[in-house]
Structure formats: C-alpha cells, structure tokens
C-alpha cells in the first residue's frame, strides 16, 4: 500500500496556541512566511497539502497558484464549495492550476455542513440537496476535463449548452476528494469520489466508515473504492511524558484562545461526533486524544495523536492497517510542527512500511 501525507497551508505565522491573537487562516497574507512553509513541506516530504476554504478566508485558488510556483512536490488540494462557482469555471480553474503545477492539482468537494455558513455566500440549499448538487458538479468537471467536442447538460442544479474547454489537465483528469461522516457523505463520496476523507475517530469507528464508503461504491457499480483520508493534529516531543506535558500546554493556549467565540453547537455530523467522542472519553486506542476538539468546539478536524515520534507513528501505523492510505496532519504551532513531522515522525512511518514490502517480497528461506 502507498501510504502519503497530506498537510494544510497557512499563509502568515498566527497560530491558535498564541493567546491574543484571531484563530489560524485570518487576516493579512504573509508571502515570505507563506513562500517559506510552502518549500518547508516539500522538504519534509509531504505528498499534499490542503487550501481551506471559509466564506471570510483567502481564496484557495490565487494562493495554490503561488505555492505551486515555489515547490516541486507537495500538491495543492482546493477546497471548493459548489454554491461559490459554476462548475464549468471551476473546471478550467482547477485545470489552468493543474497547469502551472505539473499536474499537481487535487480538488476537495465542500458540500457545506453549516447552514448560516453557506448562506453567507447566497446558499440556502438545504443539506440533503447540497450533496445532490455536489454530485452533479462532480460529474460536469469530469466532463468538461474530458469532452472533446462541445456538449450540452440539463440537470437539476445546472444547466448549459455547447461548453468546450480548450483547457485540460496534465494528465486528463484531477483527482476529486469528498469528505463527511452523514449518509449523504457516504453516498456522493463512494459513488464518485476518487478520495474521502475522514476526520480522526478510534479505530472502531472509523473502521466503520471506510465500509459505509465501500458500500457505497459497491451499490454505485464501482470496481475500484476511494483512497481514505485521515486527518490528525499530532502532538509530539522527544519522549511521551514530554509530549502529554506539551498536549496540555497547546490544551490551556486553546481554551483561552477560543474562550471567548460564543459558537452555536455544530449542524455537521463530523463535528457532533467528535464532540461525542470528546464526551465518552479523553484517551482512546494508541494515542487519540479527544480534549482539544471540545476546547475548539470541534471546529473542523480537531483531534489530536499524543506521544513521541515512535508512539504516534505507531498509531498513524495502526490507521493505514485498516485502509487509511492518505494521513493528514498538522500541528499547532504550523511552521515548526511541520518541520518536526518531517523530521521525526514521517520518516518512521515510511520506514516501517517499506521494511513490510521488504519482508513480504523477500524469498522464503529453504532448507537443501
């Protein structure tokens, strides 16, 4: 199995464990701190890395772009929202960034899982239609990197007649991710998602999931199944007493940062189930720690694996064996908690697994 590791891009150095200062991804683009991290992760090794996408945040696409423009490696995953672009413009965005990156583009499909938060941009679909949207602009990007002559579409969220773009991907498609832990999730992602990512839960549970995605792709008429994703927010120190004293340091900076944000409980069912889990427990499986979702009110994925480098690719180890092949993490100081990943704890996991391809290719020993 080829295990890879994605990371998120922030474009100034704000952190959520500085006390005083606005949670990560707000405000001023920093470009040499953003050129910087950019080429940080490309030489510790990540595969991808993520470009967020918030009503109020930078736009994914102009950023991605720029870092792409700095790195030879790591590829841009674009977070996109359907409701915020037709999806035959996305089409040619992703493919023009698909371009100027050597075929390095990822798209990452957002249905919307807050209905205050969709509506800011002017979308009031409710959530059952948002996944039925999302499912037919995945089938119209397809299309578009991959119709050579112009064509019509009459759907239910789009329609459009004689569309052809001159403009296509590197290597004739790009690799479109979903992510969501509700039935709908399940359904749009397993149908047509080449990747679904998932937020970090026990093992049990999220065992669980990767078979209602594989289901899904059964019914759909599939013969292949989406690549998993993971995403974890690591904690790690030269020893596991010296990590679960930094967990509870990043634990009190989070809880004085995010103190005073007086946020409604969570409509998305990945954030009411990692408040859930937060609730049965703080310890679970190998090393996943649960206290910092709640202080962050499960705002995205917020669950942490606690321990040194060894304990937590052993848990990373433990996610990969029941069909996680794409591990997202990033820290809480983002810089530096990158540069240790790539230092530390990325390495040992691909060590460990190329020495299991090592073992299982090697030739049985016969006695004469």
Same mark, same amino acid.
């Given at each position: 199995?080829?295990? !890879? ?5 922030? &474009? =100034? ?29 490309? @030489?510790?090794?990540?595969?991808? #890395? ?20 700095? /790195? !030879? *490696? &790591? *590829? ?16 040619? @965005? +992703? ?21 205050? !938060? ?5 979308? *009031?679909?409710?959530?059952? !239609? ?13 299309? &578009?990197? /991959? ?20 403009? *296509?991907?590197?290597?004739? /498609? ?31 549970? #999220? ?15 599939? /013969?292949?199944?989406p690549r998993i994703w993971v995403t974890f927010r690591p904690i790690i120190a030269a020893t596991d007493a010296l990590a679960w004293e930094k967990a ?40 996943l720690w649960t206290p910092v979702a709640s202080a962050t009110g499960a705002r995205g994925a917020s669950t942490a694996l606690v321990g040194s480098p ?25 810089? =530096? ?10 390495? +040992?996991?691909?060590?460990e697994l190329a020495g299991r391809e090592s073992r299982a290719t090697a030739p049985a020993f016969q006695s004469a």
């Amino acid at each position: 199995m080829t295990v !890879e590791f994605i990371s998120a891009t922030f &474009v =100034n150095d704000r952190t959520e464990i500085r006390p005083g200062t606005q949670p990560a991804g707000s405000s001023t683009i920093d470009r040499r701190f953003l050129v910087r991290y950019a080429r940080e992760l490309d @030489a510790a090794g990540f595969d991808y #890395t993520l470009l967020p996408y918030g009503s109020s945040g930078y736009d994914p696409f102009s950023v991605a772009a720029a870092i792409s423009q700095h /790195t !030879e *490696r &790591v *590829r841009p995953i674009i977070a996109l929202r359907p409701n915020t672009l037709y999806p035959t413009v996305a089409a040619k @965005a +992703l493919a023009t960034l698909d371009q100027l990156s050597d075929g390095r583009a990822t798209v990452h499909i957002i249905s919307g899982g807050s209905d205050a !938060e969709q509506a800011r941009e002017g979308d *009031r679909l409710p959530k059952a !239609e948002r996944y039925a949207r999302s499912a037919e602009f995945i089938e119209i990007l397809r299309r &578009v990197w /991959t119709e050579t002559e112009p064509f019509d579409h009459a759907g239910r969220y789009y329609s459009f007649e004689d569309f052809r773009s001159d403009f *296509r991907p590197v290597n004739g /498609t790009i690799p479109v991710s979903v992510g969501g832990s509700s039935a709908e999730a399940y359904q749009v992602g397993g149908a047509l998602g080449d990747i679904f990512g998932l937020w970090g839960e026990p093992l049990a549970e #999220t065992r669980q999931q990767i078979e209602a995605v594989h289901e899904q792709a059964r019914l759909a008429g599939r /013969t292949d199944r989406p690549r998993i994703w993971v995403t974890f927010r690591p904690i790690i120190a030269a020893t596991d007493a010296l990590a679960w004293e930094k967990a509870h340091r990043t634990l009190g900076s989070l809880q004085q940062t995010y103190a005073g944000l007086d946020a409604p409980a969570p409509q998305n069912v990945g954030s009411q189930r990692l408040l859930d889990l937060a609730a049965r427990g703080e310890l679970h499986d190998r090393a996943l720690w649960t206290p910092v979702a709640s202080a962050t009110g499960a705002r995205g994925a917020s669950t942490a694996l606690v321990g040194s480098p060894e304990t937590v690719a052993a848990a990373i180890l433990d996610y990969v064996d029941i069909g996680c092949d794409l591990i997202s993490i990033r820290g809480y100081d983002n810089l =530096n908690d990158a540069i240790d990943y790539g230092r530390y704890l990325l390495p +040992l996991v691909r060590s460990e697994l190329a020495g299991r391809e090592s073992r299982a290719t090697a030739p049985a020993f016969q006695s004469a």
